[in-house]
C-alpha cells in the first residue's frame, strides 16, 4: 500500500469525491491509496504537514471493534521515535475514521529501488540498521506491525523511517468481515497464510524479505501470482541474489519458515550493530535504539546511498516545500581568542580535580617534614609550598592540553 510520506513530486491534487478536512486537519493532496484507506498530505491547525490515512471501515458492521482499534492505535502512539513516523493522533469516532502521523519527506524503498536499481554497500548496511532500529522499538511498545514491506519504509534524509506499523493488526476485526487478507503476499511469512498466531517474528520475516528486495530488486519469493508465491514461501527456500557474507547468513535465518528459529527483532539489531559498535551490545535498550538510529543516519545528510541512476530512468528528488524552508539565520559571532583564554584559564584556576590533587601534595609534603622533624612550623610552610608548586604545575599542563 502506499505510504506515510513520499517525495513531494508524487503528492497528486485531490479528487472531487476526496473530503477536504479530517477533523481539524486540512487536506491539501493525495499520497496514495490501498485496501486500508487513502493517505492525504494534510495541515495541523499551526499549518504543518501531516499524513493523514482516511480509513476504508464502517464500525457499524463490525461489532466491538471500535474499542479494539482504539487500544491497538493507542500502544502505536507509544512507539519510541527510533526511526519511525510517529502516530500524531487518531479519531476513532470519525466518519470515517482516520490516523494522523508525522510526515516524511523521501521515496518509499520501492520506488527508490524500482527508479534507481538495487541499494548497495554502506547504504545497504543502514538501511538494514535503520529498519532493524524501527522493529525493535515497535515490538518493544507490544505492537506488531504486520505490513512490513518496501513501500512502508520512508528513505528520508535522516535516514531510513519505517511507517503504517500498527494499522494492520488495528483493523484485524475486519478481516472477519470482509475476508481481506493483511498484508503483501511477497512479504508475509508462512504463519500469514496457514492460520497460525502471528507474532513479532513474523515482522522479522518480512523485514529479511524487505532487505532482500533491497539488494537484489525484487522479493526473496518472486513477486508474480499471489498462489506461486504463497507456494514458495511455504514451500521453497528463498533466493537471496547478490546478499553475501553476515548479512545473507542473517537474513537466511530470518526467513526461516518456523516463527520460533528466527532471531527476535532486538537480535537482528544486536548482531547488525556488534561490528560497528562492540560495546552497543552489552548496553540497555533505549541506547542500544540510539546507536541503531546513528549508525543508519546517511553519512552526506541525503537518502540512502546506492548506484546512480542509469539511462531511461527517473530519480525521485526530494524537494522541501515552502512550510519547511528554515529562515536564514545569521552566524552567531565569534568570541575573540582572549576572551576564551580567559575563560579557560578561570575554569582551571577552579577545577576541583586540580585543587583535590594539590592539597593531597601538600598535606603529604608538610606530613613527611612533620614526621622527620617533628616541627610544626616548618611542616605548615612545607604544605604550603608543595600545594602551590603542584597546583602551579597542573594548571600549567592543564592550560597546555586544553589550548
Given amino acids: ?8 513530486s508524487a503528492v497528486a491534487p485531490l479528487r472531487s469525491r476526496d473530503p477536504v478536512t479530517a477533523g481539524p486537519y486540512r487536506l491539501v493532496g493525495r499520497l496514495g491509496h490501498g485496501g486500508q484507506g487513502v493517505v492525504y498530505l494534510g495541515e495541523d491547525p499551526s499549518g504543518a504537514p501531516v499524513a ?10 463490525i461489532p466491538h471493534a471500535r474499542e479494539q482499534f482504539a487500544r491497538e492505535i493507542a500502544a502505536a502512539r507509544q512507539v519510541a521515535a527510533f526511526c519511525t513516523a510517529r502516530i ?12 494522523v502521523s508525522e510526515y516524511i519527506e523521501g521515496p518509499t524503498l520501492y520506488l527508490r529501488v524500482r527508479d534507481r536499481g538495487p541499494v548497495e554497500g554502506t547504504g545497504l548496511d543502514r538501511l538494514a540498521v535503520g529498519t532493524a532500529t524501527a522493529l525493535t522499538a515497535i515490538h518493544e511498545a ?10 512502508n519504509v520512508i528513505l528520508g534524509p535522516d535516514g531510513p523511517r519505517v511507517i503504517d506499523f500498527g494499522i494492520a493488526h488495528a483493523l484485524d476485526a475486519t478481516v472477519t468481515v470482509t475476508s481481506r487478507v ?9 504463519e500469514q497464510f496457514t492460520g497460525g498466531g502471528l507474532g513479532a517474528r513474523a515482522d522479522v520475516f518480512s523485514w529479511a524479505a524487505t532487505i532482500v528486495f533491497a539488494a537484489c530488486g525484487r522479493p526473496p519469493f518472486g513477486d508474480d501470482t499471489g498462489p506461486a508465491v504463497m507456494n514458495r514461501i511455504l514451500h521453497a527456500d528463498p533466493e537471496l541474489g547478490g546478499l553475501s557474507g553476515r548479512l545473507a547468513a542473517l537474513v537466511g535465518q530470518c526467513l526461516d519458515k518456523e516463527p520460533q528459529a528466527r532471531p527476535t527483532a532486538q537480535d537482528v539489531l544486536l548482531r547488525l ?7 552497543a551490545v552489552s548496553a540497555p535498550l533505549e541506547t542500544v535504539l540510539q546507536h541503531g ?8 545528510g541525503g537518502p540512502v546511498s546506492g548506484p546512480a541512476p542509469t539511462a531511461g530512468t527517473r530519480e525521485t528528488v526530494t524537494v522541501a516545500p515552502p ?5 536564514a539565520q545569521p552566524a552567531p559571532a565569534a568570541a575573540p581568542a582572549g576572551h576564551a583564554t580567559a575563560r579557560r584559564f578561570g575554569r582551571q584556576v577552579v577545577h576541583p580535580g586540580g585543587l583535590a590533587t594539590a592539597a593531597v601534595l601538600g598535606l603529604a609534603g608538610g606530613a613527611v617534614v612533620e614526621v622527620t622533624r617533628h616541627a610544626t612550623v616548618p611542616a605548615l610552610v612545607t604544605a604550603g609550598v608543595t600545594f602551590a608548586v603542584a597546583y602551579a604545575v597542573r594548571l600549567a599542563v592543564a592550560l597546555a592540553v586544553t589550548g
Fill in 142 to 151: 507490544g505492537v506488531v506491525h504486520r505490513d512490513f514491506k518496501p513501500g
Fill in 1 to 8: 500500500m502506499p505510504t506515510l510520506g513520499v517525495a513531494v
Fill in 323 to 327: 512550510w519547511r524552508v528554515p529562515e
Fill in 88 to 99: 500524531l493522533a487518531a479519531e476513532v469516532d470519525g466518519d470515517p475514521p482516520y490516523v
Fill in 182 to 190: 493483511m498484508g503483501t503476499p511477497p512479504y508475509m511469512a508462512p
Fill in 52 to 61: 493523514v490515512k482516511v480509513l476504508h471501515v464502517d464500525w457499524a458492521d
Fill in 293 to 300: 538510529s546513528e549508525a543508519a543516519a546517511p553519512v552526506s
Fill in 273 to 279: 550493530l556488534v561490528q560497528a559498535d562492540p560495546v
